[in-house]
């Protein structure tokens, strides 16, 4: 049996991408950018004013002169003015191009200002430094240089880019197809009422909800444990998707089919089951020119142990994300097991009052425990390597909540 790193690096040997697509600026936030964005200009694209105030030429002020005349207002948005007189300043407005003949900004709030017949007059009571409030044209970029590389998800900052550059369609990684697939006759659908040898589906829509936090959207069915049946209407859907999760129906009880029912259809079996604790049973594969698949045990932790630790950083990389890492974290209780595993336990995150990251693990009934994950920020992975973790040493946790501030 696999080590879980093993079976992630086998996993990743089969990350290649879903293509590149276009899209307009406003369906590309989210997305991972797939060109590189150049300045097509000199950002600032000229000598930009940052505060409301008097422009003056320094040299004026330098000779002892302190009292200027307005020589016209410069708004934002107009053309550039030229100053036509040394003796005098030109009111410009934040965001305006630095009027012609001048070089130096007084803001409003250092100027005495008196208005006599029609006519304003700008003291100058305080010290005035030569170039100040000016952000001057191309000090954030020069024309041609790269602002954004492929690889980064786009996200508000990069939109900004992206509009500024006036990229109005941007090349980004193209999305997967997904279905995702519950077995089981003991699930029925949500607005259902189960009997009481039933359950509803759930796994599929934490399934759902995660890949959509990804943008992914993805389908879902509901497929009976019967053999025949399960493949006559699995099958009809392989070539049709990109990536296949299923959940359940992969463990050696005698109605688990799928296994069978993905060999027979000529699955390239990756991964066989990994050693750790939950969703050891996991199943990785890949279909003849068709769907990768992931193939997960029915019980909720398992599935999302699995999708936390495996799915998720696998897509990430298929889209051309960097490989994700998770985060160190203090356990904040000692935990002791029956054995050496790998163990993913749910924890809530949260922040000591010396600024440590710590872990609290969740109470919960096993890994059929639905409730407990509501609670969870994600899974701590605990090492093979013991079977007793001290609190206060520090063990990665891979998140699965994507508003999880850490």
Not at 110 to 121: D, I, S
Not at 198 to 210: F, I
Not at 239 to 251: E, M, N, Q, S
């Amino acid at each position: 049996m696999m080590t879980v790193s093993e079976a992630y690096n086998a996993m990743l040997r089969t990350a290649a991408g879903f293509g590149v697509t276009t899209v307009l600026l406003e369906a590309a936030e989210g997305r991972v950018l797939r060109e590189t964005v150049h300045a097509d200009r000199p950002f600032p694209p000229y000598d930009r004013v940052t505060v409301n105030g008097l422009a003056i030429a320094f040299e004026s002020y330098e000779r002892g002169q302190r009292v200027f005349g307005s020589g016209g207002i410069q708004a934002a948005g107009m053309p550039r003015l030229q100053l036509a007189n040394l003796a005098d300043g030109m009111e410009v407005m934040r965001g305006s191009v630095l009027p012609d003949l001048t070089d130096t900004i007084v803001p409003f709030d250092q100027l005495e200002v008196a208005e006599h017949e029609g006519f304003r007059r700008f003291t100058v009571p305080g010290n005035v430094q030569p170039g100040h409030h000016i952000h001057r044209k191309g000090a954030d970029a020069h024309a041609g240089k790269p602002l954004l590389e492929p690889g980064v998800r786009i996200g508000p900052a990069e939109i900004g880019v992206l509009a500024g550059t006036g990229k109005a369609e941007v090349k980004v990684s193209a999305l997967p197809k997904v279905l995702l697939v519950a077995t089981g006759n003991e699930l029925v659908e949500v607005r259902e009422t189960p009997e009481p040898h039933q359950v509803r589906m759930s796994n599929v829509y934490s399934l759902a909800a995660g890949l959509r936090e990804m943008g992914i959207p993805a389908d879902i069915v509901h497929l009976a444990d019967e053999k025949p049946r399960m493949a006559e209407e699995l099958l009809p859907l392989l070539h049709r998707c990109d990536v296949l999760i299923c959940t359940g129906a992969v463990g050696d009880g005698r109605f688990n089919h799928l296994p069978e029912v993905l060999a027979e259809a000529g699955m390239e079996k990756i991964v066989d089951g990994v050693g750790q604790k939950p969703g050891k049973k996991i199943l990785f594969g890949r279909m003849p020119g068709g769907p990768v698949v992931f193939a997960l045990p029915g019980n909720p932790q398992s599935v999302m142990t699995n999708y936390a630790r495996y799915i998720r950083p696998w897509l990430e990389v298929c889209l051309g994300l960097p490989d994700r890492k998770p985060v160190l974290a203090k356990l904040s209780e000692t935990l002791t097991f029956a054995r050496p595993l790998e163990y993913f336990i749910p924890v809530k995150l949260y922040v000591s009052g010396e600024a440590v990251l710590q872990a609290l693990p969740i109470p919960h009934q096993g890994s059929g425990d639905l409730s407990a994950l509501a609670l969870a920020d994600g899974f701590m992975a605990l090492p093979s390597t013991s079977n007793v973790f001290e609190a206060g040493n520090a063990f990665p946790v891979w998140i699965f909540r994507q508003n999880s501030p850490f």
